[in-house]
T-cell receptor, first 107, second 116 residues
Framework: IVMTQSPATLSVSPGERATLSCRAS??????LAWYRQRPGQAPRLLIYDASTRVTGIPVRFSGSGSGTDFTLTISGLQSEDLAVYYC??????????FGQGTKLEIK | EVKLVESGGGLVQPGGSRRLSCVAS????????MCWVRQAPGKGLEWVAN????????YYLDSVKGRFTISRDNAKNTLYLQMSSLRVDDTAVYYCAGGQWGDGDWGQGTLVTVSS
């Protein structure tokens, strides 16, 4: 399953909302996760099952979608949100496939 | 605090071998599937392999099948990745992570560079 993320780079002002998209080449149900990778750090799981936040992740991070189209929305953007965000499907495996990432820049 | 620490990375020639280790602390790996995920320099994430709690099932990315072997020693709380017939395009930071697909904690990674 090929995962395609858009846009490749997103520039958003502090306090604004960022909307990141992920599309699967075939339905993955809700078996979709989002990760954040800050510069120089390992990825960290943010959301699984398309919309369930991992414990400790702020409510301003929300995921939605099912089937082939998914969205990660980050509200009230903060400087610490500067990162690359990846989606990953775990519906059909191996392999578990990631999108190519969306780089989120803070204006 | 859960900690996963990878080691074993370094420079290796094409065709060579390398074994990566991942030691867990404050976390008993025997209760979980574990996996390896890699990231080529400046590139995205790629799931490599995973292994069931008792080691009875393993799965691999097609491009590493037959060259890489994932294993575990639950008594030592350690995960391994034996890599052989290494190619230039295996150059990456290799992360170990909890879970079948990386849904647990991640280590900080170890860099493997395949170059002559």
């Amino acid at each position: 399953i090929v995962m395609t993320q858009s846009p490749a780079t997103l520039s958003v002002s502090p306090g604004e909302r960022a909307t990141l998209s992920c599309r699967a080449s075939q339905s993955v149900g809700i078996n979709l996760a989002w990760y954040r990778q800050r510069p120089g750090q390992a990825p960290r799981l943010l959301i699984y099952d398309a919309s369930t936040r991992v414990t400790g992740i702020p409510v301003r991070f929300s995921g939605s979608g099912s089937g082939t189209d998914f969205t990660l929305t980050i509200s009230g953007l903060q400087s610490e949100d500067l990162a690359v965000y990846y989606c990953q499907q775990y519906y059909k495996w191996p392999p578990y496939t990631f999108g190519q990432g969306t780089k989120l820049e803070i204006k | 605090e859960v900690k996963l620490v990878e080691s074993g990375g370094g420079l290796v020639q094409p065709g060579g071998s390398r074994r990566l280790s991942c030691v867990a602390s404050e976390f008993l790996i025997r209760a979980y599937w574990m996996c390896w995920v890699r990231q080529a320099p400046g590139k995205g994430l790629e799931w490599v392999a995973n292994i069931k709690q008792d080691g009875s099932e393993t799965y691999y990315l097609d491009s590493v099948k037959g060259r890489f072997t994932i294993s575990r020693d639950n008594a030592k709380n350690t995960l391994y990745l034996q890599m052989s017939s290494l190619r230039v395009d295996d150059t990456a930071v290799y992360y170990c992570a909890g879970g079948q697909w990386g849904d647990g904690d991640w280590g900080q990674g170890t860099l493997v560079t395949v170059s002559s």
